[in-house]
């Protein structure tokens, strides 16, 4: 399977920056996923990026809070702008597998003071 | 809409002993099912899933789970727990549209020596 990085691994965040996220794949692949784990919480998808085309965001999710970038087959990257302490969470970035499966990333650790 | 529940925050075994994570689905259509697992501090790995055949799928570490549609459920059991067995276990389902997965509440399962 494909290897996934994520940078940074863990931040903290003074509320009102924003901060950027990267995700690196191995491998060349056409679907990422952005995840949202709040503390305690299970995971919650915020948008989905193909190549090539705008972000496809889930309810209660928009592109001014959460921008993302795609610029190629291997990497993209997830904004958390303005930050408030409710945006303390882990993101994951994945990728579609072949046969449906999702693949994750270490994930990024936020806090947000 | 696609759900999922885990109907237990937590579940204790004793080292050796069967264990079983329960999970319970709501789908329109055929469902395409997932478990993954977290360790602290970790991202989330795939275990194993179910698309179609047999009920019995075998995955990851001894893990194997069984589909039962007339009960909407899918378990995850390991006939033999490992203390190293101790994590958060997330069940999931494919949502309708794309490849994104609708994740359950999470289970944490502790395995006594």
């Known amino acids: 399977s494909a290897v996934i990085s994520q940078k940074p691994s863990r931040d903290i965040c003074q509320r009102g920056t924003s901060l950027t996220i990267q995700c690196q794949v191995d491998?060349?692949?056409?679907?990422m996923f952005w995840y949202r784990q709040q503390p305690g919480q299970s995971l919650t998808l915020i948008a989905t990026a193909n190549q090539g085309s705008e972000a496809t965001y889930e309810s209660g999710f928009v592109i001014d809070k959460f921008p993302i970038s795609r610029p190629n087959l291997t990497f993209s990257t997830l904004t958390v702008s303005n930050m408030s302490p409710e945006d303390s969470s882990i993101y994951l970035c994945?990728?579609?597998?072949?046969?449906?499966?999702?693949?994750f990333g270490p994930g990024t650790r936020l806090t947000v003071t | 809409a696609q759900s999922v529940a885990q109907p237990e925050d937590q579940v204790n075994v004793a080292e050796g002993n069967p264990l079983t994570v329960k999970c319970t689905y709501s789908v329109s259509g055929n469902p395409y099912l997932f478990w993954y697992v977290q360790y602290p501090n970790r991202g989330l790995q795939f275990l194993l899933k179910?698309?179609?055949?047999?009920?019995l799928v075998k995955g990851s570490y001894g893990f194997e789970a069984e589909f039962n549609k007339s009960q909407t459920s899918f378990h995850l059991k390991k006939p033999s727990a490992l203390v190293s067995d101790s994590a958060l276990y997330f069940c999931a389902v494919k949502g309708n549209q794309g490849g994104k997965l609708i994740f359950g509440q999470g289970t944490e399962l502790s395995v006594k020596p």
């Open positions: 491998s060349q692949v056409t679907m």
């Open positions: 179910y698309i179609t055949g047999d009920n």
């Open positions: 994945s990728l579609l597998g072949d046969k449906y499966e999702q693949y």
